[in-house]
T-cell receptor, first 116, second 114 residues
């Protein structure tokens, strides 16, 4: 069974479109994350949710809106896509304890977004 | 600002050579340290982690890393690499109290020649 899954794996779209990427984890974790990996392989956190509540919101354009319908899902919706949004987006999850103490994050397979 | 540096962008080795990949982090008090590996076309997988205790940490596939607090370093080592170790290696740091935020280095690409 896949622990952290993302759909779709590949997404090719035109500038200006709106798209969503879905993430699901079956690990029973209460914290989920979205990371962006650019063309130079640099990974940067975008958002983090703990028990459906936003706890990290890095400097990301407000065209990006995460939504967590429940603890097992964290979806990423992107409005008005731009060329610079092309990247690989990784979802991850972990189980927080002692407040926000970090434990190991488990990553999904990534979604390669290409904006034409 | 909190940051993680991986000094080697691309390392090329022959099989059976020894490997050491550098990772340094900026000072920030308590840290949790990780090495992740990304094989070509695949997602990130955890190699090893350090939270506390013995600063020499052993991970999967024969990898180990040593936390040297005085040098703010967490270098990854393997005594004898294999062709299958060809991948991108990422060092990541969580600064205590930063609400789970992982800060990644820019990665080191390892190419192992058969």
């Amino acid at each position: 069974d896949t622990a952290v899954s993302q759909t779709p794996k590949y997404l090719v779209t035109q500038m200006g479109n709106d798209k969503s990427i879905k993430c699901e984890q079956n690990l029973g974790h209460d914290t989920m994350y979205w990371y962006k990996q650019d063309s130079k392989k640099f990974l940067k956190i975008m958002f983090s949710y703990n028990n459906k509540e936003l706890i990290i919101n890095e400097t990301v354009p407000n065209r990006f809106s995460p939504k967590s319908p429940d603890k097992a899902h964290l979806n990423l919706h992107i409005n008005s896509l731009e060329l610079g949004d092309s990247a690989v987006y990784f979802c991850a999850s972990s189980q927080a304890s002692l407040g926000y103490t970090l434990v190991t994050q488990y990553f999904g397979p990534g979604t390669r977004l290409t904006v034409l | 600002a909190q940051s993680v540096s991986q000094h080697n962008h691309h390392v090329i080795l022959s099989e059976a050579a020894s490997l050491e990949l550098g990772c340094n982090y900026s000072y920030g008090g308590t840290v949790n340290l990780f090495w992740y590996v990304q094989y070509p076309g695949q997602h990130l997988q955890l190699l090893l982690k350090y939270f506390s205790g013995d600063p020499l940490v052993k991970g999967i596939k024969g990898f180990e890393a040593e936390f040297i607090k005085s040098k703010f370093s967490f270098n990854l080592r393997k005594p004898s690499v294999q062709w299958s170790d060809t991948a991108e290696y990422f060092c990541a740091v969580n600064y205590g109290g930063s609400q789970g935020n992982l800060i990644f280095g820019k990665g080191t690409k390892l190419s192992v020649k058969p």
